[in-house]
């Protein structure tokens, strides 16, 4: 392909293709879409992205993702906010769909991971002892597991399940339902997914 597009083109999709889930094909086709753009729209693109790193940061108590001039996320310092209450999530992003329910009005923390040997996440890359000092200062009185429905986020849930048992044996630990999603057949659902549905079943 060297002999085939300019080096300019040929480094962007490298790098385009770098990105999670764009294999070789997606990533030229951004490239040439950058390529036809506007230079002024695909300028104030590059420009977005070279300040992430700057104008983001992680705040120092949830663990979510703020503005740089926050002091600490704006879904733990709204007094409205119920800080008794923690949703334990994954990552950044999972916080998004628990808003997005309009359902939950507590505070939440990122982990910044799940237990994962073959990645090299254990307990020590976790954020659970900021866990349990939160738990602490705040007087936390439920703690919601909200992990993936994952072999690592089952194991991540139990982990936590644990530690907060043993180290504050008086906090309410709570796991989110699951269950089979709506227009999915039996057959196609994971062993998972049907081992939380049949666990989860109640009287009609």
């Known amino acids: 392909m060297s002999s085939l597009l300019p080096q300019a083109l040929l480094r962007a999709i490298d790098e385009l293709g770098r990105l999670p889930g764009v294999g070789g094909r997606t990533a030229e086709r951004y490239a040439y879409f950058l390529l036809k753009t506007d230079r002024q729209a695909a300028a104030k693109l590059a420009e977005t992205i070279s300040r992430l790193h700057d104008d983001v940061k992680i705040c120092p108590v949830t663990f979510a993702l703020i503005d740089v001039n926050e002091a600490v996320s704006p879904l733990y310092s709204d007094d409205s906010r119920n800080k008794k209450q923690i949703a334990v999530v994954e990552g950044p992003l999972d916080i998004i769909p628990l808003e997005r329910t309009g359902q939950y009005n507590g505070t939440y923390h990122v982990l910044g991971g799940a237990l994962s040997p073959i990645d090299n996440i254990g307990p020590e890359q976790l954020r659970s002892h900021e866990l349990l000092e939160r738990i602490k200062n705040d007087e936390v009185e439920e703690v919601i597991l909200a992990t993936n ?56």
């Open 149 to 204: 429905a994952s072999v690592e986020g089952e194991s991540t849930a139990v982990f936590l399940e644990r530690q907060i048992h043993s180290a504050l044996p008086n906090t309410v630990i709570t796991r989110l339902a699951r269950g089979i999603p709506v227009g999915i057949d039996l057959e196609y659902a994971d062993q998972i997914t049907l081992t939380h549905a049949l666990e989860g079943r109640r009287q009609v």
